[in-house]
């Protein structure tokens, strides 16, 4: 018989954990990636990885705006009598 720990794993219970933990491994990999790459040129290393990790934040932006517009409910008036 499970323990309570084991009970407490639930999927619904570990999703969120899960997506926390694949955005926050995702950008690990790409800063890793973007200083590995600085390394190979030194005198442009903060400019890289800079320039690098603004790139990705605006394309997060753009792509949660997208779709927080694309999956917008349209909404019928409100009458108030």
């Known amino acids: 018989m ?3 720990n084991i009970e ?3 999927a619904t219970r570990l999703m969120p954990f899960q997506r926390a933990l694949t955005f926050y491994l995702a950008a690990v990999a790409v800063y890793v990636t973007l ?3 600085a390394d190979l040129i030194k005198r442009y290393r903060l400019t890289i990885v800079n320039l690098g990790v603004a790139g990705i934040l ?3 932006l753009c792509i949660s705006l997208s779709t927080a ?3 917008r409910k349209a909404t019928a008036p409100s009458i108030r009598s």
């Open 2 to 4: 499970p323990g309570p």
């Open 8 to 10: 407490q794993l639930e």
């Open 35 to 37: 200083t590995l790459l």
């Open 58 to 60: 605006l394309t997060l």
């Open 69 to 71: 517009l694309l999956f």
